[in-house]
């Protein structure tokens, strides 16, 4: 089995089933996590001479961010967003929107 095979044999481990946790049970509801799952890699090779096996080396990332939850109780189901997230995604487009309007009221100006 070569190294690329083998990458990839671990990446499809983590998939749509890491997006979506296991509930848990919070005494009067049930809390289901999810987030956005992301991976990559890449790997190369030669084939060797003969009966040796060739040079190879492979590599990847991975990262999740947690996007919020399901929350199930007595009043029904709902979702709860993560407040950091999109606070993090919220703030580089509020500050490009907040320049690019200033640029153009700069313009305007002229």
């Known amino acids: 089995m ?10 499809l481990a983590v998939g749509v089933t890491r997006a979506v946790g296991e509930p848990v049970d ?14 990559a890699f890449g790997g190369g090779g030669d084939q060797g001479d003969g009966d040796e096996d060739g040079a190879g080396g492979a590599g990847g990332s991975a990262f999740v961010w947690p996007v919020g939850a399901y929350v199930a ?4 189901v709902r979702f709860r967003g993560n407040p950091v ?5 919220a703030t580089p487009l509020v500050l490009a929107t907040g320049i ?11």
């Open 26 to 39: 919070l005494g009067g509801g049930t809390l289901v996590p999810v987030a956005i799952v992301a991976h």
């Open 100 to 110: 690019g309007a200033a640029l153009v009221v700069r313009a305007v100006r002229r």
């Open 85 to 89: 997230l999109w606070g993090v995604v």
């Open 2 to 11: 070569n190294i690329i095979t083998r990458v990839a044999g671990q990446v």
């Open 73 to 76: 109780d007595a009043s029904g």
